[in-house]
């Protein structure tokens, strides 16, 4: 009798992330740059409920990360890859080649390293740009031209864009791990009706506000990690400034104090 496993239900969704990856590849070719687009998004979908799935099933796996981590190099780091080339970059032969190149080799390696510095299937942050984001940042881009542009690719945007994201993934920029609790405190409370506020926004709006919205993503990390250096920064020097005060005597009178001889104290007993 065949045994099924649990780890079959999240990785079936693994299985959709990858597929929507590979159609998005499909579409593009076929210069449906908007359907490829949406593929990508389908794809980010799936990668986030994934994970979320495996943990309730209590069937989270080395072999899960391991498959989750290839499907995401084909969902978002090939797929948008090949978006990027066929819908600008074709143009520029090969400079353009080497610019469309780069999402899918500096995501590859934002998600080796991930892999190997995970401890545990729970993550606090995320050191760089989560390739996912970095995906949906540049075909929101391509979207929003399409709608209201007229295809307009706007070059130098474009390639901007390119490289700012590739260098992020790799980078040492802390990005949070969205924690939505309605039992949580205020703070948490508040980040969750803006999420709702948000979601919404985009519903009705989509092809306008996921661009900014990821804008707003990329500058908060950037700004957040600003913040925590400082922080960690201050805090060491805090720290070694106490080490210094340890080692200096407390006061002038314990300093100038000196070991006193037997023959003095004898001295002193017999002049008394």
């Known amino acids: 009798m065949i045994r099924i496993s649990r780890s079959i239900v999240p990785n079936s969704f693994t299985v959709g ?6 159609m998005s590849m499909f579409f593009a070719v ?20 994934d994970g979320k799935v495996a943990r309730i099933t209590n069937s989270s796996s080395k072999f899960g990360v391991e498959y989750d981590s290839l499907a995401d190099v084909v969902s978002f780091g ?8 066929q ?31 995970l401890s545990g299937f729970t993550k606090t942050h995320f050191n760089g740009l989560p390739i996912p984001a970095g ?23 474009l390639m901007a864009l ?12 802390r990005y949070g791990v969205a924690k939505v609790s309605i039992k949580g405190n205020v703070k948490h409370k508040l980040f969750l009706a803006f999420l709702v506020v948000l979601g919404i926004g985009i519903l009705i709006f989509p092809y306008l506000l996921v661009f900014p919205t990821m804008l707003l993503y990329l500058g908060g990390g ?28 407390h006061n002038k009178t314990d300093q100038n104090k000196r070991p006193v001889s037997k023959q003095q104290n004898k001295d002193d007993e017999n002049q008394g």
């Open 135 to 157: 995906a949906i940042t540049l075909i929101s881009y391509i979207v929003l031209v399409e709608n209201y542009f007229d295809g307009e690719p706007f070059p130098r945007v």
């Open 17 to 22: 992330n990858m597929l929507a990856g590979y």
């Open 87 to 117: 819908y600008y970059f074709i143009h520029l032969d090969n400079v353009g080649f080497l610019f469309s190149f780069m999402p899918l080799l500096f995501g590859s390696i934002r998600l080796a390293r991930f892999n190997v510095q």
């Open 222 to 249: 950037l700004v957040n990690s600003l913040f925590v250096k400082t922080t960690e920064t201050r805090q060491k020097y805090k720290e070694k400034r106490v080490q210094r005060s340890g080692k200096r005597p």
């Open 30 to 49: 076929k210069q449906d740059f908007i359907m490829a687009a949406w593929m990508i998004g389908l794809a980010a979908f799936l990668d986030a409920i």
């Open 78 to 85: 090939v797929a948008p890859s090949v978006l990027i080339y």
């Open 162 to 173: 390119t490289i700012f994201v590739s260098l992020l993934m790799v980078s040492n920029v």
